[in-house]
């Protein structure tokens, strides 16, 4: 093992020690060193950091500006045991925020999204499916929050679902209608029967007993999409489009109902799991409808002033 490599083990297992998971800059800093190696360095200088973060071509700047800020963090702490090693400048490449263009699902699109999975031949993934689309459907968690519940987590007498492995590594609490605790319950009853003795603890099980994987929900998210004619060359519903429906037909019904958006919007953002409530402010520009209403209640505000 060459001394960077060594060095990047250090790091990584330092961090990691703090709770930060760290699966794509592990991959990347051993690349790094790799190249570094292979270049006869010892060290990290800031021309070959930027020609290794632009090694990928046809590629968006964004992604160049990811590579170069996972090298300034590892240089960062380079530098205290090596002083030569140079930290590269943050501002090499241009770098823009992009967001997707959400689709945002109607009633209509649930049921039909619903009504696939429950068709889908093997029973267990029948079962599954429907009842990770339903629940992404009303509770806006993410796809890896859901994944990743046991069934300790599921509290379905008292209607709360305990998200132990949320972005950041934080723990929340997610209410649940008792319509949707008695759609899980009847899930449960009928992953029981089919699946006995199954091979994990996890709440939402595959056909082999097994948690159910992300890619074979998205996968199959992708072919439904495709039969019902929603996806199409030019849209591309994504299962994250789901939570985005969460949140904003609960925005809308604030502004409908008279409530106090702005008063209320941490508690959108704690329920949703955002780190910042500006992530939450976001949804304010993904609907068009969203974007009526606010404006009409900036035109009654000011109305009011004259």
């Keep these: 093992m060459s001394a960077l490599k060594a060095r990047v083990d250090e790091y990584l297992r330092l961090r990691r020690a703090l709770g930060f998971k760290l699966k794509e800059e592990g991959r990347l800093l051993g690349q790094l060193a790799a190249y570094l190696d292979a270049a006869g360095a010892e060290t990290i200088s800031t021309e070959l950091a930027v020609r290794w973060a632009g090694l990928p071509v046809a590629v968006h700047p964004n992604h160049w500006s990811k590579r170069l800020r996972v090298v300034r963090g590892f240089a960062a702490y380079l530098q205290t045991l090596d002083p030569r090693t140079e930290i590269p400048p943050p501002d090499i490449f241009p770098h823009s925020r992009q967001r997707a263009t959400p689709y945002l699902f109607s009633e209509h699109d649930i049921r039909r999204l619903m009504a696939e999975a429950r068709r889908l031949r093997n029973p267990m993934r029948a079962a599954s499916y429907e009842a990770l689309f339903g629940l992404l459907a009303v509770s806006g968690m993410r796809i890896g929050e859901a994944l990743a519940l046991e069934r300790k987590d599921v509290d379905l007498d008292a209607g709360v679902i305990t998200i132990r492995k949320a972005k950041g590594d934080r723990e929340r609490l997610v209410p649940l209608h008792p319509t949707s605790s008695d759609a899980l319950r009847r899930y449960a009853s009928t992953r029981d029967r089919l699946i006995p003795t199954p091979r994990s603890d996890a709440f939402f099980l595959s056909s082999a007993g097994t948690p159910v994987l992300a890619v074979g929900l998205q996968t199959t998210f992708r072919e439904i999409m495709t039969r019902v004619g929603l996806r199409t060359e030019k849209v591309h519903p994504r299962i994250h489009d789901l939570r985005h429906r969460v949140a904003v037909n609960t925005l809308i019904g604030w502004y409908r109902s008279g409530v106090n958006?702005?008063?209320?919007?941490?508690?959108?953002?704690?329920?949703?799991?955002?780190?910042?409530?500006?992530?939450?402010?976001?949804?304010?520009?993904?609907?068009?409808?969203?974007?009526?209403?606010?404006?009409?209640?900036?035109?009654?505000?000011?109305?009011?002033?004259?």
């Design 261 to 306: 958006v702005n008063e209320q919007m941490p508690t959108l953002s704690t329920y949703l799991g955002h780190v910042s409530p500006s992530d939450t402010y976001w949804y304010l520009s993904a609907s068009p409808e969203l974007m009526a209403l606010a404006a009409d209640r900036m035109a009654d505000r000011f109305g009011a002033a004259r």
